[in-house]
């Protein structure tokens, strides 16, 4: 391609040579081998969800609170920005090479290095940009390290460390996705929601911390020890008419309803897993080998639902840094109700909601829903609703749904944007499966074995089922958030984590199928 016709984004390449990263191997690396690394990325993981960041203040705000098992990072921890940087420079550059605007062909090899690699220079900018002010406004250094170096150096070294644990996640994802099994990002997100759920089944700490047990207003914050503890604090009769019942039954995101709910979403995530159509195919030269080429109703996977989350997520951070962060004296957007309000924050008393919930204004429509309790309860039964919160409720009904209008049909939404983005970045799209079926010496039976031919009728369901898959992602993961889901999981974090251990069995299925069958890699592209 002449040097006039090729993308802006190769004035970066003198960079991108230079710019530290994973060597791909060199040919096919055994499974077990693949299981090596991915068990090491994910138990380092695990050790730097534990390593809490020097320095810092145990009285921290976390902006991300809400989206936790979305970012899969640890908060006060030196990985406490999580996938979040990875994501944002991910929609970033989907939105822009999906309107045109950087001129890439991503099925040129040349272009889609230059693509990958704007991504790691993106996903660094990131790192800073979404941590800095974190540390700025609200990740409180310790009085003792602002009284030994001051405060901005202290500053300074809590913004350091978190910005080292951001591009270590970064490099771990780029080590599993080149040596290991699956995806580092979707892992990291299994084993945060994994985490949680087991915790919102058996924690015996309070729901509030910091404060005494009681059954109505601080009951444990696990289902079962919540059943145990009510029933035996309370009489039958004050259980049925004093709120032990609501409690136990749609109160918190450990309630009886989001047991059910979880069971719920978790048979329809299998069972869409599971569907799927089927293309006959036959070997071209081999007489008799016959085969099928599956196109599924969860067609591109979960990662759009990733997109769209971190989306939000990003969304409710400037509402807070314009609310009391470093952008507050901003004209027009700083300090406005309009744009978001966070009186839990100024307050300090996270008492019956996240102090990172924006209770009014664009970031609150945009919020996630979490659970009954968060709409439901508050448009039927308002005084349930401030006996069991302890908060006062000043929305009306029109805001509460308005709030679940907004907030499923911008999730709906972006789902089937993103699936279109990611299945044309991902080269799911009908021209780069026919051509992937040519390579692999298979064809339609009963036509020439011509890639034309495949895409046509490929065509006919591909483009359809990629609409169909994000609109079903969506929708789900808006159920999962109206009923509620066990833990801190939070519905698309639930639906997520089914999602990726089920493509995960798959891949490690797949991978053993390769082991056995050499010559089945060049149909997987990774011959």
Request: some cysteine.
């Amino acid at each position: 391609m002449p040097d006039d016709d090729r993308s802006h984004l190769y004035k970066l390449e003198p960079i991108l040579r230079r710019w530290p990263a994973v060597t791909r191997p060199e040919g096919h690396v055994h499974f077990r081998t693949k299981l090596l690394w991915t068990t090491g990325v994910i138990l380092t993981y695990f050790i730097l969800s534990n390593i809490i960041v020097w320095g810092l203040a145990p009285q921290t705000v976390d902006i991300f609170a809400q989206f936790r098992a979305i970012l899969a990072g640890e908060a006060g921890s030196i990985i406490h920005l999580g996938i979040g940087p990875i994501v944002t420079g991910g929609i970033i550059l989907q939105l822009f090479q999906g309107a045109g605007i950087f001129d890439l062909d991503l099925q040129d090899p040349e272009d889609k290095q230059i693509y990958q690699g704007t991504q790691k220079i993106l996903v660094f900018l990131s790192i800073w940009i979404t941590g800095v002010p974190q540390v700025f406004g609200f990740l409180e250094p310790s009085a003792e390290l602002m009284a030994w170096v001051g405060t901005g150096w202290a500053q300074t070294i809590i913004a350091l460390q978190i910005g080292v644990g951001g591009y270590l996640i970064f490099i771990m994802d780029e080590v599993i996705s080149k040596w290991g099994i699956g995806s580092g990002v979707s892992l990291f997100i299994v084993a945060g929601v994994s985490q949680g759920v087991f915790t919102g089944l058996f924690s015996w700490l309070p729901s509030i911390s910091g404060q005494p047990l009681s059954p109505i207003q601080n009951p444990p914050g696990g289902l079962f020890p919540k059943i145990v503890y009510i029933l035996n604090e309370m009489s039958l009769a004050e259980v049925v008419h004093a709120g032990g019942y609501e409690q136990i039954a749609f109160v918190g995101t450990n309630s009886l309803v989001s047991f059910l709910s979880t069971i719920v979403v978790f048979v329809v995530v299998v069972w869409a897993e599971s569907t799927r159509i089927e293309l006959p195919l036959s070997h071209a030269r081999v007489r008799g080998a016959r085969g099928r080429y599956p196109i599924r109703l969860m067609y591109t996977n979960v990662l759009p639902l990733i997109f769209v989350q971190a989306l939000l997520a990003n969304v409710n951070l400037i509402g807070i840094l314009l609310w009391s962060g470093p952008l507050a004296d901003l004209p027009f957007v700083g300090n406005q109700h309009w744009v978001g309000s966070y009186p839990f924050i100024e307050a300090g008393d996270a008492a019956g909601g996240s102090e990172t919930q924006a209770y009014s204004g664009i970031a609150y429509y945009l919020g996630p829903i979490e659970g009954l309790a968060s709409w439901l309860i508050p448009l039927v039964a308002p005084e349930l609703a401030q006996q069991v919160t302890q908060v006062m409720l000043f929305r009306s009904n029109m805001q509460i749904v308005m709030h679940v209008v907004v907030y499923s049909t911008v999730t709906i939404v972006g789902c089937v944007i993103f699936s279109i983005f990611w299945a044309e970045t991902a080269s799911m799209g009908p021209s780069d499966v026919a051509r992937k079926i040519q390579q692999s010496g298979m064809q339609l039976p009963g036509f020439r074995r011509d890639t034309r031919i495949l895409e046509r009728v490929l065509e006919r369901y591909i483009p359809t089922i990629i609409i169909i898959s994000g609109f079903v992602l969506g929708a789900l993961s808006v159920f999962a958030g109206l009923f509620g889901t066990i833990g801190m999981a939070t519905g698309s974090g639930l639906l997520l984590t089914i999602g990726i251990l089920s493509r995960t069995y798959e891949q490690i299925a797949k991978e053993q199928m390769m082991e056995m069958h050499p010559m089945m890699r060049s149909l997987f592209g990774q011959g």
